[in-house]
Structure formats: C-alpha cells, structure tokens
C-alpha cells in the first residue's frame, strides 16, 4: 500500500500513532476559545491580549503561532487608524504640560488623565467624561451628559474629589479645550490641591493614553452595540458596566 501510494514506512506509522491525537494547534485554539467565551467583552481581544491571557493560564506559546490560530478561526479584528491628526506647536504650550508624554506613575493618585469624547444615540450625542489614574490605568471617576458643558468636567473632579479626599500635589493633565482652562475649572483643581497639566494645541499624543482608552471603549463597545441605534440612558449604563464591571478589572 505504501508504494502504492508512494509513502514511505516510517511515516505511515508515525501518522498512524499520532491519528487519534489533536495537534498543538488544535489545542490551543480550544485554550483560546475558553478565554474568548469567558466574558462576552472578551470577543474583543486582540492578539497581545490572548497570548497574556495564555501566559496567566501557564501555556508559553509564540506571538505568532497565536496569531496565526486567531486567523485561522476568525477570530482577528480590522484596525480602524483615526483620522485628521494636526500637528502644531509653540514654546509656551511646552511649558504648561508637565506630564511631557510621560504617563507612567510611581504610586497612586500621583498623575490623573481626563478628556471628553462623543457617543452618537438615537436621540443625540453622549458626551463621556472620565479621569484616569496613570498608575494601573483604572477609570477612577466617570460623568455623562447630553452637553459638554465645563459643568460636565468639573462635576468629574468633585466625583473624583469625594471618592479620593486627599488630591494635594496630584498632577491634573488634560488638553486645551474651553472647559479645562475656564477659571471656573482651574478653581476647582486647586481646591483639591491638584496642579493642571494641558496637552499642547493640536498634539492629540500628548494625551495619547487617554485617547487610547477612548479608542478601546469604542471598538470594543460602541461599535459592536450600535449605539447610535440606543437611546443616550440605555448607552449611559452599558458604558457604566463596561467600564467600571470589565475594564477597570
């Protein structure tokens, strides 16, 4: 049979030992599978974010070779690359951002992240606004509204201020928008003893952490919900759980 077939010997055996045995692959898109149908957000999960989740289960297997399984069963995402980047700069937006890109923190309550981004509803936009803490990348303060009034951002600091009473010396970095450098605002940091940081004009990375995280909450919910299909209370409490029940832990 074998010459038939122009096999050789050897490797008829080997095939007819290993016939009943899955292979590595096999297996290890079953691991994958698991951690995908652990939580429904992680459906989500993009290559690096299996091959730590791989990692956390004991199972040491190349970036590659997960890459190459998550292809295999569709389980890859297409990359959405934002548009409309402007790049300007002058010397003095330089010396008010004290965090200059710098978004790691030794400890927390050290260096807080904020900015606003749009929710288009059924009914209208959702303006979200949430504050960072650059130690563990946690959310640790969220405010919504249909309005990007400054009340809305000032209103994220007082919530900020009543979960953490001790803010003193606390860096406070956000871009240059109207709500963050109104007086009222900026009077708000210093009761709490915070000292602001602002991006400079059109430099969307100096606060590149922030609109990374906006970027998360968006693929990996807004758009799979169809939230311009929700009414703005329905979006509001399905941002809520995502965020505060899934991301931050």
């Known amino acids: 049979m074998c010459r038939v077939l122009c096999l050789s010997e050897s490797g008829y055996y080997r095939w007819l030992r290993n016939r009943e045995k899955r292979n590595r692959r096999q297996l290890l898109a079953v691991k994958i599978d698991a951690i995908l149908a652990e939580h429904p957000d992680n459906r989500n999960y993009g290559v690096d974010r299996v091959c730590l989740a791989l990692e956390q289960d004991g199972v040491n297997v190349s970036r590659r070779t997960v890459y190459r399984v998550m292809k295999e069963n569709g389980w890859l995402h297409k990359k959405r690359v934002p548009h409309g980047i ?74 900020l201020g009543r979960i953490y009473p001790n803010l003193k010396g606390a860096v406070f970095h956000s871009d240059r928008g109207s709500q963050y450098t109104s007086a009222a605002f900026r009077a708000e940091l210093s009761r ?32 799979q919900i169809a939230a311009y299909k929700l009414p703005r209370e329905q979006v509001k409490t399905i941002i809520f759980r995502y965020i505060f029940i899934y991301y931050n832990r």
Do not use: W
């Not at 130690?135 to 600091?157: P, Q, S, W, Y």
């Not at 100096?206 to 990374?212: K, L, P």
């Open 86 to 159: 402007t790049k300007t700069t002058t010397e003095a937006q330089e010396q008010e951002n004290l965090l200059k890109r710098d978004f790691n923190a030794r400890r927390p309550l050290e260096k807080f992240l904020t900015d606003i981004t749009e929710v288009q509803c059924a009914d209208g936009k959702l303006y979200v606004s949430p504050i960072m803490d650059c130690f563990n990348g946690e959310i640790v303060a969220l405010e919504m509204r249909d309005n990007m009034k400054k009340e809305l951002c000032i209103d994220t600091v007082r919530q």
């Open 192 to 223: 709490h003893g915070m000292v602001q940081s602002l991006s400079g004009t059109g430099h969307c990375f100096d606060n590149a952490r922030m609109e990374s995280f906006f970027a998360t909450l968006k693929k990996e919910k807004i758009y």
